[in-house]
Nanobody, 124 residues
Framework: QVQLVESGGGWVQPGDSLRLACAASGRSFNDLSIAWFRQAPGREREFGAGIKRTSIYTTYADAVKGRFTITSDKAKKTVYLQMNSLKPEETAVYYC?????????????????WGQGTQVTVSS
């Protein structure tokens, strides 16, 4: 089993930055590939960014590429999502998800472990 706990959400104005954190426990951190998804009201959960077990390989959705950065701190067993130049349409609940086999996938069903989510609101 893997437990994931997100933090760092909040309210920001358009153009501001925010950093989310996802703390993992229950399994060797080095075994996990971890991704960030988001879900706005009435919309499907969508992939944002992912980082492979080795932390060498990262991947981003086109919508966030160049503005979001995913990083990993193995000592803290935590994955971060730095979000810059946030837009109102990015208001959503942000979730981190983990899988222990395979590479990063952009499909939510590919991840058996999920955190409880953290709300991000971008509004003036």
């Amino acid at each position: 089993q893997v437990q994931l706990v997100e933090s760092g959400g909040g309210w920001v104005q358009p153009g501001d930055s925010l950093r989310l954190a996802c703390a993992a426990s229950g399994r060797s951190f080095n075994d996990l590939s971890i991704a960030w998804f988001r879900q706005a009201p009435g919309r499907e959960r969508e992939f944002g960014a992912g980082i492979k077990r080795t932390s060498i390989y990262t991947t981003y959705a086109d919508a966030v590429k160049g503005r979001f950065t995913i990083t990993s701190d193995k000592a803290k067993k935590t994955v971060y999502l730095q979000m810059n130049s946030l837009k109102p349409e990015e208001t959503a609940v942000y979730y981190c998800a983990a899988r222990a086999v395979g590479l990063i996938t952009t499909t939510a069903t590919g991840y058996p472990y999920w955190g409880q989510g953290t709300q991000v609101t971008v509004s003036s």
